[in-house]
């Protein structure tokens, strides 16, 4: 049989003499009693992590808008000019003078762009954690509000009564007895009553451990099993030491309530009844082998579940398991904030790096040979397409942001005049060896210009 190490203590502090008496079935009782006076807290399924905060990538989300939504009067949640425009103030004004702003809004470019539809991507998963996690806080702590309801119902036989009020007890032949037995189990405080009271009793449930206060012919009623309770409760007090409950200890509470069940009750089909001795019928009327309790018509149903407080313990343990869980879900939860919000960053970042490039961009580009320059009609084909020109940089073409149009770098356009070359069309090629004669060979040459062909006698030329 399992034996708690509160129980192992309540065994040691009560003893008895008799064999009729209920010292074991009390013990089992004063320990779910003690189990299910303890108080569940949140901080009992451990650190919580910090609350997520996405502000982070919502606000990268609204610094990177396209020039023409962040230019808007108004956007998403921020329906008015005023709200809009506080919020952009907020974004790109320093918090004090000489910081630098929180953000920064950075050229419009394709880039700016691509980076803004990630970010968007990154704020709705960021807002799916956010509620994940804000779900699974929700339910541990409704389970820390759960868990001490189920308790106190179990000791108490209701969630809003207080320990030891007459609205915990029942009559004796209500609570306890084999006729009657409806409210077996409506508290602990009440079944303690029904095994250490009756008529004759004399150190029922261990040394001064008894009461002759609830028996069924004469004191019967209610106020009668308070009387009894207050006679025994100093041997069965609540925990002193606050701690959070434990799943497997309420559970620990039930096996070793169950294997007492039918233990010591004699002469009748004892299956259910706790306590008691020879043809126990519950009443507490007469003997201390009458001071017991049928649970039979609770269990008919339901199984042992269907006794109230048994109920409560196994739906605390439930609810305990319950906010377990829900602090697993949270931890990873608020990790996946952080990891996208740092993803966010990243790709904020990547537009400051992409200016530096192009600011180094010029110097590069007049240092570099052009291999093979464009005509102005192949820069004239990007149009005013300011990312399309930037593809041609290499062959010379830029973006003229005056005129709104690609077109040949001036330089450039020089350079091939001079060279021969007309906006990037090659010069006619002459081939020297193809004229046979040398005044044919010559007159390929131009007045003023560098010889292009020269005759040598005897050879190829």
């Not at 149009?405 to 450039?412: F, G, T």
Request: with cysteine.
């Amino acid at each position: 049989m399992f034996v708690s190490a509160g129980l192992a203590f309540v065994f040691a502090a009560v003893t008895a003499d008799a064999a009729n008496e209920n010292h074991r079935p009390f013990a089992v009782l004063c320990s779910a009693y003690r189990t299910a006076s303890q108080k569940a807290t949140e901080e009992m399924f451990g650190q919580a992590p910090p609350q997520p905060d996405p502000s982070d990538i919502t606000n990268l989300q609204l610094v990177t808008l396209p020039e023409n939504n962040f230019t808007n009067s108004t956007h998403g949640i921020f329906n008015t000019a005023a709200a809009w425009t506080a919020k952009k103030k907020e974004l790109l004004t320093p918090k004090k003078p000489k910081d630098d702003t929180p953000y920064r809004r950075y050229k419009p470019t394709r880039l700016n762009d691509v980076v803004n539809a990630r970010i968007s991507k990154l704020a709705a998963q960021a807002a799916d954690a956010l509620a994940a996690n804000n779900t699974a806080k929700q339910e541990r702590d409704q389970a820390v509000v759960d868990i001490n309801n189920y308790l106190t119902a179990a000791r108490n036989g209701g969630n809003d009564t207080a320990d030891d009020a007459v609205s915990a007890f029942g009559s004796r032949n209500d609570a306890c007895s084999t006729a009657g037995g409806t409210a077996a189990g409506k508290s602990l405080s009440n079944d303690v009553a029904c095994i250490c009271s009756s008529a004759s009793a004399s150190n029922i449930c261990g040394h001064a451990v008894s009461s002759t206060a609830y028996r069924g012919s004469s004191n019967n009623a209610a106020s009668d099993v308070q009387t009894a309770r207050n006679a025994v409760k100093a041997a069965c007090k609540g925990k002193t030491e606050q701690r959070p409950p434990t799943a497997p200890e309420l559970l620990g509470a039930i096996s070793a309530f169950k294997a007492e069940l039918g233990a010591t009750a004699t002469g009748v089909t004892n299956t259910y009844i706790l306590g008691g001795g020879a043809s126990a019928d519950c009443t507490g009327n007469t003997a201390a082998a009458h001071a017991c309790l049928n649970y039979a018509r609770r269990v008919s149903v339901n199984g042992i579940a269907g006794i109230p407080w048994v109920g409560n313990i196994l739906a605390a343990a439930a609810a305990i398991r319950k906010g377990e869980q829900a602090m697993t879900q949270m931890q990873p939860a608020a990790a996946h904030v952080v990891t996208l919000t740092n993803a966010a960053w990243g790709l904020y970042n990547s537009l400051a790096a992409a200016e530096v490039i192009s600011e180094l961009e010029p110097q590069q580009s007049a240092d570099k040979p052009i291999d093979k320059a464009a005509t102005d009609e192949e820069c004239s084909s990007a149009g005013d397409n300011e990312y399309n020109c930037k593809t041609l940089k290499e062959k010379g073409c830029v973006f003229n942001k005056e005129g709104k149009k690609c077109e040949l770098k001036k330089d450039v356009k020089e350079k091939l005049e001079k060279e021969g070359k007309k906006d990037g069309a090659t010069a006619t090629t002459v081939k020297c060896s193809e004229y046979g004669s040398q005044d044919k060979c010559e007159e390929v040459n131009k007045p003023g210009q560098p010889a292009t062909c020269g005759w040598r006698s005897g050879k190829d030329n």
